[in-house]
């Protein structure tokens, strides 16, 4: 009988034919010992419960904040944290970093956006409902000190009357705001920009959510210094700004409709 084809080995093969002893055979066709590889288990994580608009009014007003939910999205459209696009609420670049989650309902396919609860801390946000909702209960949103302060000073400054019954401090805001009301534009004046900030703007086009500046003392270096830090903040809050000065403000009918056209506000 044949002896086994291993090297060093001398027993017989298995089997007529065979070229390897029963135990070198066992040896070369042995299977493969499979590890089984155990993945850990996830760890829960818990996640604050994310806010809808309905579900932030209720907050609110559980703190006496009369905000009926079907403003909390524009208020949080006004702030650029949100857009509007047929149906659907959609979540900015801004809205993200304030804690917006994009969603979609699949019964309607509708996006709509949820929200941290931290919002309902932010001061920008209480701010903004502090300026657009006209009737409040809570004292907790009255103006701060440097809010009097400001709005003292401005009265003080302010000596020149509106059609709409603005009081603005040259002639020149006087003729854009005249400007505005009779293009039936809905707009503020001296509204507060939503940041952080204590800053204002001359005048506010809630519809395009544009920023109006008149800048009309050039040749004041303090004021040239407030002008360049307050381009620097818009820019900073990618803020829809418009800048006007004294040559577009003899020019507003030709000036105005067709910057106004770029952000979306339509002048008939």
């Known amino acids: 009988m044949e002896t086994c084809s291993q090297p060093n080995c001398n027993n017989p093969v298995s089997k007529p034919g ?15 010992t499979i590890k ?16 809808s608009a309905t579900k932030i009014s209720q907050k609110l007003n559980e703190q006496n904040y009369s905000v009926h939910r079907n403003n909390v999205n ?18 900015t670049r801004r809205g993200i970093a304030f804690g917006a989650t994009q969603k979609n309902d699949p019964k ?27 009737e409040t209960t809570d004292s907790n949103i ?6 009097q302060s400001f ?22 805001e006087v003729m854009i705001d005249n400007w505005l009301y009779m293009a039936e534009l809905v707009h503020a004046y001296e509204r507060r920009l939503p940041i952080a900030e204590e800053v204002y703007c001359d005048f506010y086009i809630p519809s395009g959510k544009v920023y109006l500046e008149y800048w009309g003392y050039e040749n ?10 307050k381009q620097r903040i818009y820019q900073q809050y990618e803020l829809n700004l418009i800048e006007i000065v004294d040559e577009n403000v003899r020019d507003l009918d030709d000036f105005l409709p067709r910057i106004l056209l770029t952000f979306g506000v339509q002048v008939s």
Request: proline share 4%; aromatic share 8%.
């Open 18 to 32: 065979h070229t390897l002893c029963y135990n070198c055979w066992k040896t070369a066709n042995a299977k493969p």
């Open 36 to 51: 089984t590889i155990i993945s850990p288990k996830p760890k829960i994580v818990n996640s604050p419960m994310l806010l």
């Open 74 to 91: 524009r208020i949080l459209s006004e702030l650029g944290l949100l857009e509007k696009k047929g149906t659907d609420w959609i979540a």
């Open 108 to 134: 309607t396919g509708n996006s709509y956006v949820l929200w941290s609860p931290n919002i309902l801390e932010n001061r920008i946000f209480l701010e903004a409902i502090k300026n657009i909702i006209s």
């Open 142 to 147: 009255l103006e701060t000190k440097s809010e």
């Open 151 to 172: 709005r003292e000073k401005f009265r003080e400054s302010a000596k020149f009357r509106t059609t709409d019954g603005h009081w603005v401090r040259s002639k020149a």
């Open 220 to 229: 004041d270096s303090k004021y040239l210094d407030r002008k360049r830090e």
